[in-house]
C-alpha cells in the first residue's frame, strides 16, 4: 500500500501564503485514501499542518503538484461539494446576493452540480466554474452557463457582479495566485465572498491542532486567515476585506454527539477511528472499494467557518 508521494518531503522554510519564515509545525496529517467523493488504490501521504506566525494562516506541507490535485478532481463524483441544507453560510450570501438589485451576474468558483446558483433568484445570470466533469454536465442541466474548468481558463472580458469562491480556497496550494486572478473578472463595485474555515479558531490551533477534522481531509490543504487576506488586498483597488465567523450548519443534539465523540477519537488516536469504522462498514455491508483510513467529519461542532466579502472599490 503505496501512499502517493508528495513533490517533496523537506520542511518548509517561509511561510505558503505570505512568504513569512515565522512558522511553527502543529503536527502529522494522518494519510487518506479519500479524495472528492472516491476511495483512491493508494491513499494520499497526509504531510504537516503548519501555523505561520505573520498572517496567522495555516497550510499542510508537503502538497502534491497541481496537476496531480487537478486529475484527482476531474474523476470527482458529482454531488460531492454540495449540500446546501442547512447551512448557515450559503443563507448569509444568498440573502447579501438576493438585497443587491445591481447584481445581475453571478460566478461561482468551483460550482460542483450548481446547487448554490440554482437557489439564487431567476433574474440573476448564473456562471459556474467546476473542474469535475460529472458536476460540470449536473450543473449545466440546472441552467448554469459553465466558462471553463478553472479561473486560469476563463476569458479575460469576462467580468461579474459577484464572485463566489464556497468552500473552495481551501483547495489550492497558491490562494495568492487564484485571488489575483479572480479580482482581475470583478466588475466595479463588485464582490467576492469567499467562504471557507478559520484559521483562527483556538480549538483548532491550540487543542486539536494538526488533527482537526477540517484538516484532516486529503483535499484540505490550505487555511488563509482574515489577516492574510487584509494584507493580499493591498494596492488592488479592494475595499478592506471583512469577515463573519460563524458555524458551517445547523445540527440536531445527536449528531453534535456523534461528531463529538468521532473528533476526540481522531484526536486520540487516529488508526482506532479507522479501525472503528471499517468495522461499522464491514457490518453494514457497505459496497466496495470501501475506505482504509478515516477521519472525522465533523461540520457545525465548532465556530469554525469564515465568509471574508471584499468588494472592488467603483
Ligand atoms: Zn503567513
Known amino acids: 500500500?503505496?501512499?502517493?508521494?508528495?513533490?517533496?518531503?523537506?520542511?518548509?522554510?517561509?511561510?505558503?501564503?505570505?512568504?513569512?519564515?515565522?512558522?511553527?509545525?502543529?503536527?502529522?496529517?494522518?494519510?487518506?485514501?479519500?479524495?472528492a467523493g472516491r476511495v483512491l488504490q493508494h491513499p494520499i501521504h497526509g504531510g504537516h499542518l503548519w501555523i505561520c506566525d505573520c498572517c496567522e494562516s495555516m497550510f499542510r506541507h508537503p502538497v502534491l503538484p497541481a496537476s496531480v490535485y487537478l486529475d484527482l478532481y476531474s474523476q470527482g463524483t458529482s454531488g460531492e461539494w454540495t449540500a446546501d441544507a442547512g447551512r448557515h453560510d450559503l443563507a448569509i450570501i444568498r440573502s447579501?446576493?438576493?438585497?443587491?438589485?445591481?447584481?445581475?451576474?453571478?460566478?461561482?468558483?468551483?460550482?460542483?452540480?450548481?446547487?448554490?446558483?440554482?437557489?439564487?433568484?431567476?433574474?440573476?445570470?448564473?456562471?459556474?466554474?467546476?473542474?469535475?466533469?460529472?458536476?460540470?454536465?449536473?450543473a449545466r442541466n440546472r441552467g448554469v452557463s459553465i466558462l471553463a474548468p478553472t479561473v486560469a481558463q476563463l476569458p479575460p472580458q469576462e467580468t461579474f457582479d459577484v464572485i463566489t469562491l464556497i468552500d473552495v480556497i481551501e483547495h489550492v496550494a497558491e490562494p495568492g495566485e487564484l485571488l489575483d486572478r479572480v479580482r482581475a473578472h470583478l466588475a466595479p463595485g463588485g464582490c467576492l465572498f469567499i467562504a471557507t474555515g478559520d484559521a483562527r479558531n483556538v480549538l483548532w490551533r491550540r487543542v486539536f491542532r494538526s488533527r482537526f477534522w477540517y484538516s484532516s481531509f486529503a483535499e484540505h490543504i490550505t487555511f488563509p486567515s482574515l489577516r492574510y487576506f487584509r494584507m493580499w488586498h493591498h494596492g488592488k483597488g479592494l475595499q478592506e476585506p471583512t469577515a463573519v465567523r460563524l458555524k458551517y450548519r445547523q445540527m440536531p443534539l445527536w449528531k453534535v454527539a456523534i461528531y463529538?465523540?468521532?473528533?476526540?477519537?481522531?484526536?486520540a488516536s487516529p488508526p482506532l477511528l479507522s479501525w472503528t469504522a471499517r468495522a461499522i462498514e464491514r457490518l453494514r455491508g457497505a459496497p466496495r472499494p470501501r475506505r482504509r483510513f478515516f477521519s472525522p467529519g465533523a461540520p457545525g461542532l465548532f465556530t469554525d467557518h469564515q465568509i471574508v466579502t471584499i468588494q472592488r472599490l467603483p
Open 96 to 138: 447579501s446576493i438576493g438585497q443587491n438589485h445591481g447584481h445581475s451576474r453571478v460566478l461561482d468558483v468551483g460550482c460542483g452540480d450548481g446547487e448554490f446558483l440554482s437557489t439564487l433568484p431567476a433574474k440573476i445570470a448564473k456562471y459556474g466554474i467546476e473542474p469535475s466533469l460529472a458536476a460540470a454536465t449536473a
Open 1 to 35: 500500500m503505496m501512499p502517493i508521494a508528495p513533490a517533496t518531503r523537506r520542511d518548509p522554510d517561509r511561510c505558503r501564503l505570505c512568504g513569512d519564515g515565522r512558522i511553527r509545525c502543529l503536527g502529522t496529517v494522518p494519510d487518506s485514501d479519500y479524495f
Open 260 to 267: 463529538l465523540a468521532s473528533q476526540l477519537a481522531y484526536l
